[in-house]
């Protein structure tokens, strides 16, 4: 598969983890990875804080914002606003399994109405000139298997849609959580594979239980792009070699010359009224597996929270690394 396609890394929608903090760290490991914003809802842009749920670094780029609606009008319009905010892609969510998301006809059960998800994309792709994606599951409860695959992918690309991201498990809308549904229903990667070969013509990417790099680059034999979610989340340090081993390009910077990076703009956030807890809590992984890791984490776990907890906080964790290094 070519490696220039935009979708070939891909850090996947973590709902209350992969926020504007999570994204610059990720950004400051790999230059190429496409990230991908926590799902936000139409409602939430439309009618509350929408300097707190869109605002992004620059540094951020290339950055997509997830949505969860299937209104068609409210769609086109907060596709509109992500487009002003400067996000580079709109993708919309039909992958979440959670009950709140169903009560609100959003998420995965919106695959068993793929004329309703297509009349919504459709909307977003004539409000906006930047691309409009989608995010989905092989399935939900007992659809049938692949050709229930099949028909809401087409519904979907007879409006345009061309790139499609795939989370390799069905839902179980009924009977399992939302956790339960990230862990219990097998994966199916073949299904995904097998969509890509009878697509071809469909930019295919890969979401679902992919632990490494290596994993990766078996998956990039069969599809144009891999998403990764908990585990660039619980071991950000793979992201430093994604720009090298996925796209021949450098390797990103280690985990104490990012702890390093992030301190100016830690310092910057906390001058604008945040706390540094809600920045360091992404920061807890970056040395899982190394000497000091543990004693990294429970300083900053002890101390971030703190009233006036500043940058020296962070500077006293990697301390206590390098000392054990």
């Known amino acids: 598969m070519s490696n220039s396609l935009p979708h070939r890394f891909c850090t996947a929608p973590l709902l209350d983890w992969s926020d504007r903090h999570c994204r610059t760290l990720w950004r400051l490991f790999s230059k190429r990875a496409f990230l991908y914003t926590e799902m936000v809802t139409t409602g939430a842009i439309l009618h509350g804080d929408r300097e707190r749920h869109l605002q992004f670094d620059a540094a951020e780029h290339p950055v997509a914002l997830q949505i969860g609606g299937s209104d068609p009008r409210d769609l086109a319009e907060c596709a509109r606003i992500a487009e002003e905010w400067g996000y580079d892609e709109i993708n919309l969510n039909c992958g979440c399994p959670s ?26 792709r004539a409000a906006v000139s930047i691309p409009v994606t989608v995010k989905h599951r092989i399935g939900i409860d007992d659809m049938e298997d692949y050709s229930g695959l099949t028909r809401f992918v087409e519904a979907q690309a007879a409006v345009g849609i061309t790139t499609f991201i795939v989370h390799a498990r069905k839902a179980w809308l009924n009977g399992l959580s939302p956790k ?49 979610g908990r585990a660039a989340y619980q071991t950000p340090l793979l992201l430093a070699q994604v ?22 703009y830690i310092e910057k956030e906390l001058g604008r009224g945040q706390r540094l807890n809600h920045i360091t809590r992404h920061m ?42």
Do not use: W
């Open 99 to 124: 009950d709140r998301v169903q009560s609100g006809r959003f998420g995965a059960c919106l695959m068993a109405e793929p004329q309703t998800v297509a009349e919504g994309l459709a909307a977003m």
């Open 180 to 228: 339960e549904n990230r862990e219990i229903p097998p994966l199916n990667y073949d299904m995904v594979f097998q969509l890509k070969r009878d697509y071809p013509q469909l930019e295919v990417v890969l979401n679902g239980g992919i632990n490494s790099l290596e994993e990766c680059r078996q998956h990039l034999r069969h599809v144009d792009g891999v998403m990764l």
């Open 243 to 264: 720009d090298s081993e996925l796209f021949g390009g450098e390797p990103g910077p280690g985990a104490v010359e990012v702890v390093e990076l992030m301190l100016p």
């Open 284 to 325: 807890l992984g970056l040395f899982q597996g190394l000497p000091g890791a543990r004693r990294f984490r429970r300083h900053l776990s002890e101390n971030a929270h703190r009233n006036g907890a500043g940058p020296e906080v962070v500077e006293q964790a990697l301390a206590l690394v390098t000392q054990a290094a």
